[in-house]
């Protein structure tokens, strides 16, 4: 399945500025996969040593917040839409 994948601008250093990106997979976890080979650094910064999203890391699929759906074993389909939004802090 063909997944066009948003990248917010606090990660796009690590994609060298692309801000969607198309990447191939049937699950929130094989599309992260495929951005990850593509973009190396990206992983360490969405992602834990276990493989888990990171707290501060959000991802939805065609808007769907996948903590409310199944997860990184979410299913994609062709098409879809996958956005990565880290949490922004400050005061």
């Not at 973009?39 to 917040?65: H, K, P, T």
């Amino acid at each position: 399945m063909s997944v066009a994948v948003k990248i917010p601008v606090a990660l796009r250093p690590a994609t060298g500025g692309e801000s969607e990106v198309t990447v191939e997979g049937s699950t929130v976890s094989e599309v992260l996969d495929s951005l990850f080979e593509r973009f190396a650094e990206l992983r360490e910064r969405i992602s834990d040593e276990q493989g888990a999203l990171r707290r501060f890391v959000n991802v939805y699929v065609s808007g769907e917040d996948i903590r409310f759906l199944d997860g990184l074993d979410t299913e994609v389909s062709d098409g879809s839409e996958l956005t990565i939004l880290p949490a922004v802090a400050g005061g």
